[in-house]
C-alpha cells in the first residue's frame, strides 16, 4: 500500500492516508504527547442512502427508513452471546457508535492495550451476525429509542425544520427512521 504523509504547517501535525485494497480510506494521526489512544472505523453509508445500486446489479435497492441506524445497533452482537463492550472494557476501553445522515460510525477510546481494541473493533465491525430473534429483539429496543426522540423538543423541531425546508431530499427523514419503517427489517 502507497502510504501518503500530510503535515499541516499551521498545527505542524502529521497525517498518514492510504487505501485499503477493499476500498477503505486509512487515516492514522500519531500525537506522541497525548495519553489517550482513539480508532474510528467510518463507513460513508448514513440515513440519506435508502436507494442506491449494490455493485454488479443493475436495478435500484430500497431500504427502510432508519436501517443504517439500526445496523449500527445490530453490529454490537456476536455469535457467542458475548458483549463486544465486554470486550473493550475488559482492555481498558470505552466503545461507542453514532449514525448520521450520511455515515455510520464505531469507535473507541483507551490508555492501553490500543492493538487489541483495534483488532476487538476491525473485527466485529466486518463480521455482522443477524437470527430472526436478535432481529426481532432490536427492533423493540430501537422502537423505544425512536419514541424517546419523539418526546424530545429539540430533536422534533430540528427535524420539523427539514421537513419543512426540503421537499423531497432523504435528509427530512429522521436517523433512526420510524417505528413503522423499523418493524419491516428482516433478514
Known amino acids: 500500500m502507497n502510504i501518503i504523509e500530510r503535515t499541516d504547517k499551521a498545527t505542524n501535525e502529521t497525517l498518514f492516508y492510504t487505501k485499503h485494497p477493499s476500498g477503505l480510506d486509512i487515516y492514522i494521526q500519531k500525537k506522541s504527547e497525548y495519553k489517550k489512544c482513539h480508532a474510528i472505523f467510518a463507513t460513508k453509508y448514513g440515513s440519506i442512502d435508502s436507494s442506491f445500486v449494490v455493485p454488479g446489479e443493475d ?30 472494557a ?29 483488532a476487538t473493533l476491525l473485527g466485529f ?6 437470527t430472526d430473534e436478535n432481529v426481532q429483539k432490536e427492533q423493540g429496543i430501537i422502537g423505544q429509542e425512536i419514541r424517546m426522540y ?7 423541531l430540528f427535524f420539523n425544520t ?14 433512526a427512521g420510524t417505528v413503522e419503517s423499523i418493524a419491516q427489517i428482516f433478514i
Not at 419523539?150 to 422534533?156: L, V
Not at 427539514?162 to 436517523?175: M, S, V
Open 125 to 130: 465491525v466486518q463480521r455482522p451476525y443477524f
Open 59 to 88: 436495478v435500484t435497492t430500497t431500504v427502510p427508513d432508519g436501517i443504517a441506524h439500526y445496523l449500527e445497533h445490530k453490529m454490537f452482537e456476536e455469535p457467542d452471546d458475548s458483549n463486544v463492550f465486554d470486550k473493550f
Open 90 to 118: 475488559q482492555h481498558g476501553a470505552s466503545a461507542n457508535a453514532f449514525t448520521s445522515f450520511d455515515k455510520t460510525a464505531y469507535y473507541f477510546t483507551c490508555t492501553s492495550d490500543f492493538y487489541q481494541n483495534l
Open 162 to 175: 427539514l421537513n419543512a425546508l426540503y421537499n423531497k431530499h432523504t435528509i427530512k427523514k429522521d436517523i
Open 150 to 156: 419523539d418526546d424530545s423538543p429539540n430533536w422534533r
